[in-house]
Structures are given as structure tokens and as C-alpha cells.
């Protein structure tokens, strides 16, 4: 058994993050040496893989241009992560998998809104990073270079470029103080526990490769030697993808982050129906060659498991290598898990995602932007969720955000005949922003229906001319002299004396539900008589509830309402004194 010594240290896993195209997978590609960026839709990330750069290839990148580094680490493990979401999906018991973390921030574009994400994200799992100022080479007056370190190309530049490289840089570090981070040029930090580092790169020109991986290093060598030693007594691993091919089978891209895994192990894993245990098939591994097959895997390292069963695992699983034949602490731990952490409330919206991670990360913003969250639940927007939702009582509860989910036929048949709002996406931000509007909107909608619901100041009279019936109901003419009168609304006279219901009303053969000042129409009043308690010509008032006179006095309105209202309220005070205070 290898043994734990404070020299005994695995590769710190480091992941990406940072808006969409601020340059993620072109840095990557510059570290790893591929041209993956290239290969992908419209240039943005569409898998996730792990690169390692080991000892040899850390020793002669930096001490190019750094000559006083010592290199203990035996590498470094990369995670090629669309997103912060993915990041969040990268679990190491309980908390984040990732050891240390690069934001990509687009020097000329500043911090747009999933680089707030990605920092609230890094600050909710304590994940140290440091800061990829990308496409430096934008800036004008720069004179061209690449394949080089930022140290060396800033030798090579003008003072006029190294000015409006400060200037761009200063506008950054002065927006990151403003969400909390603290934060410098990498060469003028003198203590980088008070500090993030901030390191100028152009991913298109690779440049500033050396100085990454050099801060990188520095910075897992001097604070993170405890966290990163290697364990044997313990193999655990992080799902981070599966995929099914019908030559092999379910495999499982996974980031081996503790001990050692080897063919044959069994393991125990979270499935769509509960932990499970299953035995390793195969392990593949990146080698010399491609892909290869290996006997075991030592942590840390990004590696292909065959698994000799048919299981359906959960992507962001943890897996667990089970000594001997109890599984009870490895269950417990997945059970524990599985369970999201997040603060659900008695009202809010649902939120659906594909994976734990992508749960919490989605929550996380909800109470960042002060939306409470009802239920959150993984899996697809099916029809069940539709109609559970379509019941509850406050309209602006009835939606469902899914991130990276489907919504399933039946569900969308179920939101045609239900009063149930579905937002689905794969971007977080943007789902924020069409929930948002949603919201706005559909607050004003209910405040609309509210005014239009409730009584409001409105006065009207009989028009003699115009009398049909004079009983059960009433039927005569009507004109509305102030505000809007509704089906529905119940009428005083001068007297405060009831005088009927309105019943209905009709402009022609049009039936009505409501009539704003100066309309002239037929109308049914109940439950009075005329020429007993209503007469032709007599001012006739909507009864305004003395708790709506309350809520709509102070409120800006027509004048021809103000002074009805007014009339009201002398009216209503004639018999109670302090009415609508």
C-alpha cells in the first residue's frame, strides 16, 4: 500500500469557467495542445473531458520563462466545463470536485452575467481561482506575438498599449471589488491569500499559457498541499458524463479524485432508482496512443469505466469502491447525496434540472435574485408536474424552470389547457431574464384583472328617454357620467340608499362587461324598482368598498374619478363619520 507522505501529492483538479465565448476551450485547447474549439458548433463547448499536463510538461513551460520554480505537484488535471452549471455537477463528497478554478473574463467585455454566476457559484463551494484575462491582443497598440509567456509580451509593448492594458485591467479589478473580490495583476500581488491573481492571456495568440500554469502551481503547492494528498485508503470517484454506445455499453466519463480504482473493483453508485452496486468492466484512460485500456487508475485522473451491468446511473453521482461485501456507509453516503441543498418555501416556483449540481446552481441564483422556490426536482417538465402545478393557489407560483431538461409531449398538450407557465433552457441567465419578464408580466396581468375585478369611483344616471322595463330586473338606458361601471357591481344613491345590481349591459346586440364615461347603453339592474327605490336622472353610484377607497385614494387617477370618489366619501360619512381613513 503506497503510503501518505506530506510529498505524496496528487494532480490538483482545476476547472474552467466564464461567460459564453470569453475564450474557455481556446485557453484550454492552448494548454492541452488540441484544436477542440474548432471542432464545436459555433465555437462553443459542447463535451466535457480532462486533460492532464504532468510534471515533465509543467517543468519546461514554466521554467522557460520563470526560472526559481521548484515543481512538487506531480501535474495537473484540466476539466474541459461548459459553464459553472457543470461545475456545480462536479461533486467530491458534499462539495465542489474541483480543486482550484480559471474564470475567463474578456478583457474588453468585463464581467457579463455568467461570469457573476460562475463567482457566485465559486464562492458557494469555496473554491479558490484565479482570473484568465482573455484577448489582450483586442487592446490597441499591441504588437503582435504568440507562443509566449504575458511576461515576455509585455516587454515587447508599446507604452501606449501597456496604459490601455492598465486601464482595461483597473475597470475590472474595480467591478470585481464591487462583488466582493479583491483582486490584482498576478506580478503585484505580495500575499495572494488577500488577493486573487489576475493574469492577462490572448487564448488566440497563446499567450500567457506559462504564467497560468506557473500561478496554478504556486498557488496548489503553498496552500493547497494538505487538501490534495494522496489517500489510498478511500477510492472515490466524479461522474461527469454517461454515455451509451452500442459497442460498449454504459460507460461513465469520470474524474478519479481520491485512491486507486482497478479493473474488477466493485463499486456502488447512485442510480434512477436508489443507490446500486455494479463491478468495473474496463477502465480507459488517454495514454500515449489514444484511448487505452489499463488495469487500475490512481487518482487524480479522467477516466472511461465499463461497467459489467445495466444500470442506469445519474450523472454527478459519486462512485465508491466497496472493500469486502457492506455497502451500508456507501449507500448512506450516496442516499445523503442524492438529497439537493437547498431551501425550499412554502410558495415559489418549481425548478427541474437534469442533475443535483445543476439543481443547487439554479437555486442558488433563484435566491440570489430573491425568488423562492417551492419544489425542485430532477428529471424532465412532465404532464404531472403541470397539473400539480396548474392547482395552486397564487398565479405567480404556476411555472416551471427546467434547466437541461425536455418538457415531454404530454406536458406540453397539459399546458395548452392549463393556466401553467414552462421555461426551459440550457443557460442559466437567460432563463433568469424570461423568468423575470414573466413575472413582471404576469403580476401587471393580475393587477389588470384586479382593477377590472374590483369596484371603482363611477357614476352613472337613468336616461328617461330610454326606459324598457321597470321591474325584475329593470331594463333602461344609462349613461356613464364618470369612471367605469362593470357587470357585477352594486349601486347607492345620494341617500346611501341601495339601488340594484348591475345584471348586464349591451351597446347594440354586443353584450358588455364594462362601460367607461360618456358610453351611453342599454342595461338590467336587479333586485330594485324603478320610480320606488332608483328614478330616471337621479345620480346613481358604484358601491366602492371602504377598503378599496383606502387602498386607491392616495393613487393617481382621472379627475372626473377623484371627484366622484369624493362624492362618495361625503356620502358614506353621512352615516359614519370617519369612513375611508
Known sequence: METTTKKNLREPIVCVLGHVDHGKTTLLDDIRGTTVAKKEAGGITQKIGATEIDKNTLDSNIKNYFKNINISIPGLLFIDTPGHVAFANMRAMGGALADIAILVIDINEGLKPQTLESIDVLKKYKTPFIIAANKIDLIPYFISTKNTSFKETLKKQREEYVNALDDKLYKIINDLYVKGVSSDRYDRITDFTKSFAIVPVSAKLNIGVPDILMVLTGLAQRFLEDHIQFENKSTRGSVIEIKKEESLGTTLDTILYQGTLHKGDKIALNTSSGPAVTRVKAILATGKKGVEEKDSARAAAGIRILLTDKVDAISGTSIIAIKGGNTDAAFKELISESKPDIKLSENGITIKAEAIGSLEAIAYEMEQNKINVREAQIGDITKKDIINVSTLNNPLDRVIVGFNVNITGDAKEALLSNDVKAISGNVIYSMLDDLNKWLEFRKNEIEEQKKNSRPVPAKLIIMPDYIFRAAK?????????????????????????????????????????????????????????????????????????????????????????????????????????????
Open 473 to 581: 330586473p329593470v331594463i333602461v338606458g344609462i349613461k356613464v357620467i364618470s369612471g367605469r361601471v362593470k357587470v357585477g357591481d352594486k349601486l347607492i344613491n345620494a341617500k346611501n340608499k341601495y339601488a340594484g345590481t348591475i345584471k348586464s349591459m349591451r351597446d347594440g346586440d354586443v353584450n358588455k362587461q364594462y362601460a367607461d364615461r360618456g358610453s351611453e347603453l342599454s342595461c338590467a339592474i336587479e333586485g330594485v324598482t324603478l320610480n320606488r327605490q332608483i328614478f330616471a336622472d337621479e345620480d346613481l353610484y358604484v358601491d366602492v368598498p371602504e377598503n378599496v377607497i383606502k387602498e386607491i385614494k392616495d393613487q393617481p387617477m382621472e379627475p372626473d374619478v377623484k371627484e366622484t370618489m369624493e362624492e362618495l366619501i361625503k356620502i358614506k360619512r353621512k352615516d359614519e363619520q370617519f369612513w375611508g381613513f
